[in-house]
Nanobody, 114 residues
């Protein structure tokens, strides 16, 4: 499985961005996908995840502001980010869980600043 993330950029506080992660390869073996982020000088952390069954999970810091979604064929996963805050600044990574193995996309930078 190959993952290609896009959609990052510079946005003002309170603004919105939508990240996309396009997949290629053997998609039917994907059991879950998610988005992680790594703020400057900090460890990578889970932001949101979604399973084959559609169950979602969010970090407390983004609940009510972020929404993860996917298409039914796992062609892509999206992260809608609203009411962005400076502390959301990070490199965001797409992740896929495939038969117990982790796959990562390249990061996309999100910067929230006035």
């Amino acid at each position: 499985v190959q993952l290609q993330a896009s959609g990052g950029g510079l946005v003002q506080p309170g603004g919105s961005l939508r990240l996309s992660c396009a997949t290629s390869g053997v998609r039917f073996t994907i059991s879950a996908m998610g988005w992680y982020r790594q703020p400057p000088g900090k460890q990578r952390e889970l932001v949101a995840s979604i399973t084959t069954g559609g169950s979602t999970n969010y970090a407390d810091s983004v609940k009510g502001r972020y929404t993860i979604s996917r298409d039914n064929a796992w062609n892509a996963v999206y992260l809608q980010m609203n009411n962005l805050k400076p502390e959301d600044t990070a490199v965001y990574y797409c992740h896929a869980l495939v038969t117990g193995r982790s796959y990562w996309g390249q990061g996309t930078q999100v910067t929230v600043s006035s």
